[in-house]
């Protein structure tokens, strides 16, 4: 099971884990033990493609992860 908490830390530290989440973040989250339910997993996709698209050209390369509102 996943500690959200180090996931989190893992997160904002390793920016080839941090591709990988922003790229497929329900299926990061399933692989670190989280159930992603599909209507979720959709949601997710939605709200990053989002996140990726309005952002894109303000500070390419730092993304600041939370979980849990930390």
Do not use: C, W, Y
């Not at 904002?12 to 989250?29: C, G, H, I, T, Y």
């Amino acid at each position: 099971m996943a500690d959200l908490a180090t996931l989190q830390q893992q997160l904002n530290s390793d920016p080839v884990l941090r591709a990988q989440f922003m790229k497929e973040p329900a299926s990061f989250l399933q692989m670190a033990g989280l159930q992603v339910l599909p209507a979720q997993a959709q949601k997710l996709k939605e709200s990053f493609t989002s996140l990726t698209s309005k952002h894109a050209n303000s500070n390419p390369g730092f993304i600041v992860v939370s979980i849990g509102g930390r």
